[in-house]
């Protein structure tokens, strides 16, 4: 290609989870690639992009058609509300397809990677721009799982999948869901960005002894919190905790006075509390950390992320109720010492080195 390729990134808002996915892959295509122009379309904040993404971009701040799952809370879905939403975007679902096209024509990509929304791949391939798809999940089995029994979804379900399906790929990233009616899926490896263990750094910010343990408590980029002063308090157990969570417990300390980047701090800490996720538990596993995190039964990813985790690194599951009483002492002592091997995320390469091929043709 002899101009400058440009790419065009969208990212779902839902959650931090798919900005966590996608900027180590355009990091190591940056690396790859230096002269790429990047463009990324998202509701994501751009202060947490710039976190993630450490390379030059443009910022569009906007949905792109991509409504996600609406959230009473970072574990709450809004299934009706979603419905509605899901209903709204599909009522003139061809003319809602052309307006799309019409948008990407205006932005000029040479190529389109959405994590995960499917108007943006919709949009693509009506304009005849490549395009792939790329997340451990999609939102055609998420909203179906939700929403499927309602009247009208169906055909809402069926215009997702033709939409995933019509795009040049989906790579799929480790661990996944099966996603088995997706003809396009090419499996990739676990995708993560891996901290630095900054412990000594942390140990003598906060004044920290010998053989306290620092715990890292979040709930991956929603406005939701824990109930930690109800936590009872455990003899050399410090918890690092959200400046906006207020927490009053004589342990706590604030995440944000180390003015750290998360992945350093999540290397650094000896375990992490969190709520089922792709980000949190594959960057963990890939920074050999311990996970305690909350059963989300409703959530149509969460015997798979668990199933993973369970093999590929150390973990406890425990019932919201119980997190938020303070009764997962058992499980947290049962993995605070437990050695951890740290696996390769090997799937940034690997999409990385996928994109390259199709931008430099």
Same mark, same amino acid.
């Given at each position: 290609m002899d101009t400058q390729p440009h790419l065009l990134v969208c990212i779902s808002?839902?959650?931090?989870?798919?900005?966590?996915?996608?900027?180590?892959?355009?990091?190591?295509?940056?690396?790859?690639?230096?002269?790429?122009?990047?463009?990324v379309r998202t509701t994501a904040p751009i202060s947490h992009l710039r976190s993630r993404i450490h390379c030059p971009f443009n910022y569009m701040r906007e949905s792109g058609?991509?409504?996600?799952?609406?959230?009473?809370?970072?574990?709450?879905?809004?299934?009706?509300?979603?419905? !509605?939403?899901?209903?709204? %975007?599909?009522?003139?679902?061809? $003319?809602?397809?052309?307006?799309?096209? #019409? =948008?990407?024509?205006?932005? !000029?990509?040479?190529?389109? %990677?959405?994590?995960?929304?499917? $108007?943006?791949?919709?949009?693509?391939? #009506? =304009?005849?721009?490549?395009? !792939?798809?790329?997340?451990? %999940?999609?939102?055609?089995?998420?909203?179906?799982?939700?929403?499927?029994?309602?009247?009208?979804?169906?055909?809402?379900?069926?215009q997702i999948n033709l939409s995933y399906a019509n795009a040049g790929a989906f790579l799929q990233l480790t661990p996944h869901m099966p996603m088995m009616h997706l003809e396009n899926r090419l499996q990739i490896g676990p995708i993560a960005h891996v901290g630095r263990n900054r412990r000594k750094e942390i140990d003598e910010f906060f004044g920290l002894g010998d053989g306290e343990k620092l715990v890292l408590v979040s709930l991956g980029g929603f406005d939701s919190r824990l109930s930690t002063e109800q936590w009872p308090r455990i003899p050399g157990v410090r918890w690092l905790i959200p400046a906006s969570w207020r927490s009053a417990h004589p342990d706590a300390l604030i995440l944000e006075a180390l003015e750290m980047n998360f992945s350093d701090v999540l290397a650094s800490c000896d375990t992490l509390v969190c709520k089922l996720g792709y980000g949190s538990f594959v960057e963990a596993a890939c920074s050999g950390v311990p996970v305690l995190y909350i059963h989300r039964e409703d959530?149509?990813?969460?015997?798979?992320?668990?199933?993973?985790?369970?093999?590929?690194?150390?973990?406890?599951?425990?019932?919201?109720?119980?997190?938020?009483?303070?009764d997962f002492f058992d499980e947290l002592y049962d993995i605070l010492d437990m050695p951890t091997e740290p696996i390769a995320a090997a799937g940034v390469a690997q999409a990385a080195e996928w994109l390259e091929q199709r931008l430099a043709r």
């Open positions: 808002g839902h959650g931090f989870g798919h900005v966590a996915q996608t900027a180590p892959v355009l990091n190591a295509l940056h690396e790859r690639m230096p002269d790429l122009q990047i463009t058609g991509d409504v996600g799952i609406l959230m009473h809370s970072a574990l709450d879905a809004q299934v009706n509300e979603t419905a !509605a939403a899901y209903q709204q %975007l599909h009522r003139d679902w061809g $003319l809602t397809v052309s307006n799309e096209s #019409r =948008a990407l024509r205006e932005i !000029a990509p040479d190529f389109v %990677l959405s994590n995960v929304g499917y $108007l943006a791949l919709a949009g693509a391939y #009506r =304009a005849g721009i490549p395009c !792939a798809g790329m997340s451990s %999940l999609n939102w055609a089995d998420v909203f179906d799982h939700y929403c499927g029994a309602i009247s009208g979804t169906h055909q809402i379900v069926e959530w149509p990813e969460t015997p798979f992320l668990a199933k993973w985790l369970d093999e590929n690194g150390t973990c406890k599951g425990v019932s919201r109720p119980r997190l938020e009483s303070g």
